[in-house]
């Protein structure tokens, strides 16, 4: 696999895309497949959305302080990271490459788990504890479906699976390994732009049934305040309504064939918002929710 | 860039490409941003063509964005069109929110992400001040060299920005910078320009439009994309000679009077070899007749060449040819006094080495 990253034919799919990866950084490549090791690999004659390298910097700054690049099609739309940075970097770039294409669907930006064929989607902005609660979910085995994109088909309403890595940040690293130790972990990124990073990779039951689509059951807007005591609110259709309106990706440029998938999801699913000081409760909860509620 | 330009000249040939000519395209179509346009002439030429599912979703996700940029452009020129309205001297739209408006064909799929507006020169300051009036105001962090440059030298007001509305609007009073070696009058662009119908704006004249092209793909700094911008200025010659029998001669006669011949033979002669346009003979002899000097016009159709369509296995060719053509732009744009001292001010450029990431640090934007 490292010689294919290294000639630009490793070919994998990720939900609905399929990316064609080239790499000449090894602890990347390294990363990489213990990250995907479950994913199967594609031919390389394979026709892919997005041609993607993450590749060294050249000239000077292959010696000095070296870092790495992001290359779609050959075009580099962000600055260079240091090069041991080189995996979220990737992680983050091909995230960019699918939210600025794939408009034939809707995009939130959702983690979405599924467990007993209900799939709870968890919109929030940064900082709102979503990826925390969306990887502990997944530690009592709930399955992966994204952590960042809830990406809805229009044509029938249902999530498709995006399952990548999962960063983790800061006050989130120590938690989550003491909550789930049993889930696999990748290095530590210090001082990213959203401070350290670690990112739970996605288990490999959740890659392999990444062609599998789910039905929105449960749609659950979380909320970490520090010490707080758990809440657990319904929220009426038309206010879950306007804050998918406001958290998608693409709400604007999906037109009309956008508003009808947003009502038919928020008719079709409960909404609630959920505040929590405490990840095991919230887990409980939402546990909870799925036994008395779900289908 | 071969499998882009061997579709855009035979869209059947699509019907024949292997995987690795599919993923070539789509590799070509971003590079260039023709990923929409794509799309849409896929569609129209041949439509019973089962595209590879990566192909399709890509060129379909990249269309509808394209759509919904347009959708911003027509709501933004509703808003603009009321001032427009009120004003005694003609608002005449420029380049894509042009093509939108007149409803040319190959509006569809074509990005645009700021309104280009002309005005006559005298009415500059009148209509700045309505766009203000109405909430358009410049980037507050705008410098005071900036600011005297596009005052003093530019052929546009600095950009121009409304907070209800995501796109830029660039006005301008004439087509080229006023301090360019090649000035352009351009009272009778202006005197030609037509109503569009049902609406307060103008356009410009369908040769002019070529005109216009064709002097912005020679003479600018922004040259990422420049395959685009040929590709629109053969689509705009077939069209405009599709309706009127007198296009031809008109660009000829338009051209000469303008002193824009060269860029148009730069061009015309590109878009003959890149997409096999065919000029009636009478007109391209007259154009070919303002041709420089046969080194001069080997050099710069060689470095045009290039750079629109860079071969994957010599990067240093298109990389060297847009160096070159970036610091033409400027040559031709300002005398060798005004040029040194705008060098002075935003130099470094080699330093920091961006000259050519994102429009330029050479130019005042």
């Known amino acids: 696999m490292s010689r294919r990253l290294r000639e630009q034919r490793l070919c994998f799919a990720t939900g609905p895309f399929k990316v064609r990866l080239g790499s000449d950084v090894d602890s990347f490549s390294a990363t990489w497949q213990r990250s995907y090791a479950s994913l199967d690999v594609l031919p390389a004659e394979e026709i892919c959305h997005f041609r993607i390298a993450v590749e060294r910097q050249r000239g000077a700054r292959r010696w000095y302080r070296p870092q790495v690049v992001f290359r779609i099609e050959g075009l580099t739309p962000f600055d260079p990271y240091p090069l041991d940075h080189a995996f979220p970097m990737f992680e983050w770039g091909l995230n960019w490459c699918i939210a600025m294409s794939a408009h034939d669907y809707l995009m939130l930006h959702s983690a979405v788990v599924e467990r007993d064929g209900c799939a709870v989607a968890l919109p929030a902005q940064p900082g709102s504890g979503k990826s925390t609660l969306c990887a502990a979910l997944v530690g009592r085995g709930w399955r992966l479906l994204s952590d960042e994109f809830g990406i809805l088909r229009h044509a029938d309403g249902s999530f498709l699976p995006l399952p990548r890595a999962a960063p983790l940040k800061n006050a989130s690293i120590p938690l989550l390994q003491n909550f789930a130790p049993h889930l696999g972990f990748g290095p530590r990124y210090a001082k990213t732009r959203k401070g350290d990073v670690v990112h739970m990779f996605p288990p490999g039951d959740s890659l392999q049934r990444q062609a599998d689509p789910a039905r929105p059951r449960f749609i659950v807007f979380p909320r970490y305040e520090p010490d707080a005591v758990l809440q657990l609110h319904a929220q009426p259709p038309e206010v879950a309504m306007t804050r998918l309106v406001n958290n998608s990706f693409n709400y604007r440029v999906s037109g009309a064939q956008g508003f009808r998938s947003l009502c038919g999801l928020v008719r079709e699913c409960e909404s609630y918002q959920l505040i929590n000081g405490d990840l095991s409760e919230a887990v409980a909860a939402l546990e909870s929710l799925l036994q008395e509620r779900g289908r | ?365």
Not at chain 2, 36 to 48: C, E, N, S, T
Not at chain 2, 242 to 255: S, T
Request: proline share 6%; net charge positive.
């Open chain 2, 1 to 365: 860039m071969n499998t882009l330009i061997a579709v855009l000249r035979n869209p059947n040939c699509a019907r024949e490409f292997s995987p690795s000519q599919w993923e070539a395209l789509l590799g070509e179509g971003r590079r260039t941003r023709m990923l929409a346009r794509l799309h849409h002439l896929l569609a129209q030429k041949v439509p019973d063509l089962d595209l590879p599912v990566a192909v399709r979703d890509v060129l379909s996700g990249h269309a509808r964005y394209v759509a919904h940029m347009h959708v911003l452009v027509r709501s933004e020129l509703r808003r603009l069109g009321k001032l427009a309205a009120q004003v005694d001297y003609p608002v005449i739209l420029l380049k894509g929110a042009a093509y939108l408006m007149a409803e040319l064909p190959f509006a569809a799929g074509r990005g645009l992400s700021d309104i280009d507006v002309l005005v006559p020169r005298h009415a500059l300051q009148d209509f700045e001040q309505r766009l203000r009036d109405v909430g358009w105001e410049f980037d507050p962090n705008l410098t005071a060299y900036d600011n005297q440059y596009y005052r003093q030298w530019s052929h546009e007001l600095p950009p121009m920005r409304h907070s209800d509305c995501s796109l830029e609007l660039d006005v301008h009073h004439n087509l080229i910078q006023v301090t360019s070696r090649s000035a352009l009058d351009v009272a009778p662009v202006i005197e030609r320009s037509t109503r569009v119908a049902g609406t307060p704006f103008y356009v410009l004249a369908p040769t002019d439009r070529v005109l216009h092209s064709a002097l912005h793909l020679v003479m600018s700094d922004e040259l990422r994309g420049g395959i685009r911008d040929l590709y629109d200025i053969h689509a705009a010659c077939l069209h405009g000679a599709a309706r009127d029998a007198n296009f031809w001669p008109d660009l000829l006669a338009h051209g000469r009077t303008l002193g824009l011949l060269r860029p148009l033979y730069y061009c015309l002669s590109l878009a003959g070899d890149i997409f096999g346009l065919e000029p009636p003979d009478t007109v391209w002899r007259a154009v070919r007749a303002a041709r420089p000097a046969y080194p001069v016009d080997r050099f710069m159709s060689t470095l045009m060449r290039w750079h629109l369509v860079p071969q994957v296995d010599q990067p240093w060719r298109a990389a060297s040819a847009e160096q070159l053509l970036y610091l033409r732009s400027h040559w031709v744009r300002m005398p060798p006094g005004l040029l040194l001292r705008h060098l002075v001010r935003k130099g470094g450029w080699w330093v920091r080495g961006d000259s050519t990431a994102s429009g330029g640090a050479l130019s005042a934007r």
